[in-house]
């Protein structure tokens, strides 16, 4: 509550305060106090959770059909021979995230091979890390992307020697659980641990399952901060329900003018290094007093900065949008899988990512009267993911899927979903936004 919304103080407060000899500083303490206990008690996240149906499971490693068996093959293949990093360091692999979404959007056997043929062309071989990692000092090396390969191994040792290749508990005790737990650094690296570990768990598969804690723990950084230390959730100068409100009040800041040059997820760090207390106004700006709710609407506008940033005719979708709609995607499938007491606070790191990226890539205005329509209908938009001139673009296929689990999820009785994905199916001609 601003100090221009505090309530005017009683007169018979005031009078009977004056009448017991209270002081003057006593009195001020009043609104103050009923003020910060107002913000406390409404934002006490860890007690709310988010109450959703599991998405469903695809079991490919018991699965008899050629279909499934391919799919596991081509995991294994992925894990054995490919580094979850590569290009110095520099990209994260999306093989696992393309095969399961093609899958599940109905590719044959022979397409995922061709998938897994031209996805890893530019894939690079596991190289040694600089030494092991040992559950004594496997917090020591968290950030380090060189220790890529020493993070699947512990982690696959503890799989096999404590928990008896249940991956999940693995990620029970490295993830979910500790002082600051890994949960709260999953959008580090642009989000892509998120979307591995939301994989893993959809496809129920260990190897993505081991990927996704070494690229949790590589990919750690400094944004894990403002989840695990509570000074940071604070009172903003406005507050609302509405995501795509504050989207707006983001692009109309003038504040923001002039600070950054170009696009380009670089220009992330900068931001919280230089103007840490503007983003995280903006931030803590949403109220999630109906989680699931706000978590929907959250989902909507995903959709609407990947779809509706672009301007007609240009064909060109912006690549770290579309970041943004897969990572609410993976958000999406953890939430009936994580402890309860994460549910908000991981939606609201995934706020965090979506603020830094909108801004990073210069705020583009978010045109609400672009107006589509749905055409055509789902089977299209997965003939299109698997047959299309762009079943082969990783980030294409994952948008159209995030798109249609959205509209599953929350019924979709308007086709928003759908327009948005059938729009995007035929409008895409590549990405944009690198700077």
Known sequence: MRKSQLPPRSEHFQNSCEFSN?????????????????????????????????????????????????????????????????????????????????????????????????????????????????????REFLGDKKYQRAYVDFYEDELALKYDYDWTRVAEEYIFSGKQPLI?????????????????????SREIGMEALAMGSTAYNYLHKYLDEPAYTRESTYRTTFPLEILHRIHSDNRFDGVLKEKGSDNIELLFQQHEDLVLEHWNAWTLSDPKKQFEDSQEAAVALLVKTVKPGTHAYD?????????????????????????????????LLTIAVYIAQLRPEIDEDIEVQPSKQWNYVDDMAVNGPWATDSHYVKALRAMKQAAFTWGDVHEHYLAAAVHFADDFKGWTGFG
């Not at 899958?103 to 062309?121: K, M, R, V």
């Not at 709260?184 to 129920?204: D, F, Q, R, T, W």
Request: no cysteine.
């Open 319 to 351: 690549f770290f949008m579309a970041h943004i709609l897969t990572t609410s995607h993976a958000v999406r499938v953890l939430l009936p899988v994580v402890p309860k007491k994460f549910h908000v606070s991981l939606v609201r790191q995934w706020w």
């Open 184 to 204: 709260n650094g999953l959008i580090g690296g642009l989000g892509h641990p998120l979307i591995h570990l939301g994989y893993a768990y959809e496809m129920s």
């Open 22 to 138: 209270m002081s003057a500083p006593m009195i001020a303490w009043v609104p103050l106090v009923n003020r910060v206990h107002k913000y406390l008690t409404t934002s006490n996240y860890s007690a709310q959770s988010i109450d959703l149906e599991h998405v469903e499971i695809y079991d490919v490693e018991t699965a008899p059909e050629k279909r499934p068996r391919t799919l596991k093959h081509l995991l294994k293949a992925n894990h054995i021979n490919h580094s979850i990093l590569y290009h110095s360091l520099q990209y994260h692999n999306h093989l696992p995230h393309i095969l399961g979404s093609a899958y599940i959007l109905g590719a044959t056997a022979q397409q995922l091979h061709h998938i897994y043929d031209n996805e890893s062309q530019e894939l690079e071989e596991w190289e040694d890390s600089p030494a092991e990692i040992t559950d004594t000092d496997w």
